[in-house]
């Protein structure tokens, strides 16, 4: 069963030159429902445009995104930001917290953002969030007050809170060192195992990217390699 379906995918920037300048070159790629796998590939390959892409936060300029059985191509603006609300999770390599926030309320955003003021049952699931990412002691301590590690795991229960099927990270552990990257990268996995939710994630860490089940190759625009790891 799959949780996103690319078909022929293609993304030109306008950027007013005789001749678009096409990055991604008809992309087909599916992602199942429990998939774990890395999205690598030289820089200025398409990676960080392709994610967006499958994040609904950009729109491609031909092609099909089908994500959970529903064809996005010519869906409206609310349609889909409703979509991505109930079905992505993000995480970027520099978080975005709100440092005005504490740490749960950070973890709550999302849902404050689709579905207005948390009930106790939302900020339940909050807490519980943030214990399974080791900081149930930290839940009203502001993001400045917290390693960078600690900052990236607030920002992955952060992307949970909304239960999403599809969990997508451009480069989660660039900024950490390489203890702090395992122990967030071994997060992702063990969600991945325990929630079910799909992750896709672009690394340039060939550490991590070969822990991964799967590793998708992206070169200029396209799909070079796409391979379960040993
Ligand atoms: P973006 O996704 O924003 O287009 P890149 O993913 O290409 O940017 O690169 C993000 C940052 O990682 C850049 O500062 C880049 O210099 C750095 N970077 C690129 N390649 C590597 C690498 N192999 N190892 C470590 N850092 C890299
Ligand atoms: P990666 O994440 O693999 O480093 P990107 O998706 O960031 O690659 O970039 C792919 C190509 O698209 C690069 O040539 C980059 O310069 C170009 N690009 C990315 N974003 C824009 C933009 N907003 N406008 C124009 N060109 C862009």
């Known amino acids: 069963s799959e949780v996103l379906r690319l078909e022929a995918l293609s993304k030109s920037y306008n950027i007013g030159l005789p001749n678009e300048a096409e990055v991604l070159h008809e992309i087909d790629l599916v992602i199942g429902r ?72 950070n973890v709550l955003m999302p849902l404050m953002l689709t579905r207005g003021k948390p009930d106790q049952a939302a900020i339940e699931r909050a807490r519980e969030l943030l214990a399974a990412v080791g900081l149930d002691t930290f839940a009203d301590t502001r993001p400045n007050r917290l390693s960078g590690g600690q900052q990236q795991r607030v920002a992955i229960a952060r992307a949970l809170i909304t239960e999403p099927a599809l969990l997508l990270a451009d480069e989660p552990t660039g900024n950490l060192d390489t203890r702090t990257a395992d122990e967030v990268f071994e997060l992702f996995r063990r969600f991945n195992r325990e929630r079910g939710c799909a992750v896709l994630l672009v690394t340039h860490d060939p550490r991590l990217s070969s822990t991964c089940d799967r590793t998708i190759n992206l070169v200029d625009g396209r799909i070079v390699s796409d391979a379960m790891n040993a």
Request: no cysteine; net charge negative; proline share 3%.
């Open 34 to 105: 429990s998939d774990f796998a890395a999205l690598v590939g030289p820089s200025g390959s398409g990676k960080s445009t392709l994610l967006n892409l499958i994040g609904l936060l950009d729109t491609p300029s031909s092609g099909e995104l089908t994500l959970l059985g529903q064809a996005t191509s010519g869906m409206a603006d609310a349609g889909r930001t409703t979509l991505r609300g109930s079905s992505i999770g993000f995480v970027f390599q520099f978080h975005h917290l709100i440092q005005a926030f504490s740490a749960l309320d």
